[in-house]
């Protein structure tokens, strides 16, 4: 689960969806509308905090994360 905050996310927005969305131009968007809401993950396997980790700390965690599943080798 990456978690972090909605104007964290409408910051990092390349595309701009998030912007649409607020000003009404997509319609239904997840997390913006009142009847598509947002519903994060009751217990993840793994959360990471990009609003309080840097992008080389949320990979690091990421990694060791998949090694000890032994998903990843």
Do not use: C, W
């Amino acid at each position: 689960y990456i978690k972090s905050k909605l104007s964290t996310v409408i910051n990092r927005d390349v595309k701009g969806l998030y912007s649409k969305a607020v000003n009404g131009e997509i319609k239904n968007f997840i997390g913006i509308a009142p009847e598509v809401p947002y519903k994060p993950p009751k217990t993840p396997a793994l959360t990471l905090d990009t609003d309080k980790e840097t992008v080389d700390q949320s990979v690091q965690k990421m990694l060791h994360f998949l090694e000890n599943e032994h998903l990843y080798k």
